[in-house]
């Protein structure tokens, strides 16, 4: 029963990816003139990197191969943002503003998932090859080669990241059923998440709690970029998985809550 739900939500993300991808490529002309736009932001966020690691060789105890390690991952990772959960759940505040939400809830499927997967940027993907290039000059800086067991933590890691980062996503939308107008939520968590360009331990104080505990842009960025370094311990590992599990488990009784207060356009 269970295997038979997942299979069919996967062919449901299978539709909804073609979907955006048939639209993407409707004007070929724009798709890859995005694709080089979206290439060149993403190459730009090297830029302060290079600039703060002109005059010295370490910050904060990360050296510069080091932090473009965590740079690799901030560029993964805002591909995620931008490529996949920004645009699907942008679409919910104009849901929720314009009443048209039953159009989804009346589907047989859970909401929170179509809402989460109605769209995707496929040009994003150019963070991929991008950030596997970062990796690639980092470690060659570095003169060392992760081994399988680093990779898996890595990527253990950043799985929890992208969760965490849907899921507080999650609870900024849901702020929308409350105060419907969230633009400035929105674009301060986007202006927040550019913090995680840089090891956490470069931020000290109420910054280091704020972005270790509230919003952990140290586990996003930091923490899968241990993983890679082997710099990191097991039960760290598992700390951050169990974090992100009740982060997502946090947004899921958030949602399902503002759904509760939604009146519909004809309610």
């Given at each position: 029963m269970v295997l038979a739900r997942v299979s069919r939500y996967l062919r449901l993300l299978r539709v909804q990816l073609r979907m955006s991808l048939l639209?993407?490529?409707?004007?070929?002309?724009?798709?890859?003139?995005?694709?080089?736009?979206?290439?060149?932001?993403?190459?730009?966020?090297?830029?302060?990197?290079?600039?703060?690691?002109?005059?010295?060789?370490?910050?904060?105890?990360?050296?510069?191969?080091?932090?473009?390690?965590?740079?690799?991952?901030?560029?993964?990772?805002?591909?995620v943002l931008e490529g996949a959960i920004n645009p699907s759940l942008g679409i919910v505040v104009e849901h929720i503003r314009k009443g048209t939400l039953d159009l989804v809830l009346i589907k047989p499927a859970d909401a929170q998932f179509l809402m989460s997967t109605q769209r995707f940027l496929p040009w994003r993907a150019t963070a991929v090859p991008t950030a596997l290039v970062i990796f690639a000059i980092a470690l060659s800086e570095l003169g060392r080669a992760p081994s399988f067991g680093?990779?898996?933590?890595?990527?253990?890691?950043?799985?929890?990241?992208?969760?965490?980062?849907?899921?507080?996503?999650?609870?900024?939308?849901?702020?929308?059923?409350?105060?419907?107008?969230?633009?400035?939520?929105?674009?301060?968590?986007?202006?927040?998440?550019?913090?995680?360009?840089?090891?956490?331990?470069?931020?000290?104080?109420?910054?280091?709690?704020?972005?270790?505990?509230?919003?952990?842009?140290?586990?996003?960025?930091t923490y899968p970029a241990e993983a890679l370094l082997g710099r990191i311990e097991p039960l760290r590992v598992v700390l951050a998985l169990s974090g992100a599990l009740v982060f997502a488990i946090l947004a899921r009784l958030v949602w399902l809550g503002a759904l509760r207060r939604y009146t519909s356009a004809g309610g």
């Open positions: 639209l993407g490529m409707q004007y070929r002309a724009d798709f890859l003139i995005e694709g080089v736009i979206s290439l060149f932001f993403t190459i730009t966020a090297l830029v302060p990197l290079f600039v703060v690691y002109a005059d010295r060789a370490a910050i904060a105890g990360w050296s510069f191969g080091e932090a473009l390690v965590v740079t690799g991952f901030f560029t993964l990772l805002g591909g680093e990779i898996g933590a890595a990527l253990a890691l950043l799985f929890a990241a992208v969760l965490i980062m849907y899921s507080l996503w999650i609870i900024v939308v849901s702020a929308a059923f409350y105060v419907v107008r969230i633009d400035n939520m929105t674009f301060l968590f986007s202006s927040i998440f550019d913090a995680a360009r840089w090891p956490a331990s470069v931020f000290r104080g109420v910054l280091a709690a704020i972005f270790t505990f509230v919003i952990p842009l140290a586990l996003m960025t």
